[in-house]
């Protein structure tokens, strides 16, 4: 079930540990307003809309939407990177037509692959991922390095966009 608006201001609120009157304090409105927003009475006004969401720790379409964003690149220091072993390459595509493919590789599979000669593009469904000429060696390179997040996103011509990201 998708969660109404002010539910999901409600959740991210808790979340980092925010009372309401806090949470109105930092954006600058009264606890009652806040209050109004998680009850979908009201909702907050479009110029508070960029604060809320930094102080909630999302961004402005993650806290409309509901959906989640990937996170933008990070080199993690060598000491706090999860296991190689435990890696996920997730790729989305949403085709202007409304097609919508997920594809999620262990990274151990995904160096397998690649050691074999698969063409990993063909997991991108449609071809989408053919015309991208994605150095695939070049995003393990950025892997071992520590590099995580979204690696690549690409809006095409016709309107399909394709993601990239590593967990």
Known sequence: MNKTFGERI????????????QLAEMVGVSAQAVSKWENDISC????????????????VDELLSGRQSAPQPT??????RKPFEQMMLKIVVNSNDGDRVNVN??????????NSGVDVSAFGGKGSLDNLNIDWN?????IENGTI????????ADGDIVEIVVE
């Open 105 to 114: 590789l262990p990274l151990p599979l995904l160096q397998v692959l690649l």
């Open 138 to 142: 070049a995003i393990m390179l950025l």
């Open 75 to 80: 080199i993690v220091p060598e000491e706090n």
């Open 10 to 21: 409600a959740e991210k609120r808790k979340s980092k540990g925010y009372t309401q009157e």
């Open 149 to 156: 997040g979204k690696l690549v996103e690409v809006t095409s």
């Open 44 to 59: 907050p006004d479009i110029m508070t809309l960029p604060t809320l969401a930094q102080k909630l720790g999302c961004t």
